[in-house]
């Protein structure tokens, strides 16, 4: 294949649709957030095509099972980083590049930086590993237009969680995992200024849902 031209390269950028990602702590309130989102997007007559990961896909529905299988606790954390990138890698080629190349806003439940705050900084894989990975998706150019972080205490969030469903494995893994991973997310958006923008998801729904909004518009503009 032929490397594209550089007028190729911005008429393909200029096309692109948008790419928004909803990340935080385990009981942040992505599902519910990212549910009012596309209801609010269908009022202004855009449509949203909604992902999750890992899932979405055939095969990354079967390695969602794996990953939350709380039989599988041995697991080791290279392993299951390396099934995380797995399940993303066919979600881009199956869903996110199709959908983006289509101009269509495509809104992901967990994206890249999940990884990094739940296996690289929380459970200490190496974080060459998702370097390279990120490189990769980079030259893809699907990387994230927007990612909204709802940050909520980890205590509160595990609350939250067990609430509504039994835990799964990477719940289970405990507060002091999970205060790690809120940690590494609030590192990432300090990295990451003008991609991540972090939203309390303390409080009234409907101003938390507000807030989302504005940073979706800036956008979508």
Known sequence: MQP??????????????????FEGPEGSGKSTHIKLLVEYLKEKGLKAEVLREP????????IRQIL?????????N??????YLAARFQLIQEK??????DNKIVICDRFNDATMAYQVYAGKCPEFIMTGFNNFINEMNVGPDLTILLDVDVRLGLKRAASLRPADRIEKKGAEFHDKVRQGYLRLA??????IKVISSVGE?????????????????
């Open 4 to 21: 594209k031209s550089l007028i190729e390269l911005i008429d393909m950028q200029d096309k692109r649709g948008k790419f928004i990602t």
């Open 55 to 62: 899932g979405s896909t055939q095969i990354g529905e079967k």
């Open 68 to 76: 939350l299988d709380t039989a599988l606790g041995d697991m080791a």
């Open 78 to 83: 290279v392993c299951e980083l390396y099934l």
């Open 96 to 101: 996110i590049t199709p959908f983006l190349e």
């Open 190 to 195: 300090k990295k990451y200024p003008e991609r």
């Open 205 to 221: 729904m409907d101003e938390v849902q507000l807030r989302i909004r504005e940073k979706v518009n800036e956008i979508l503009q």
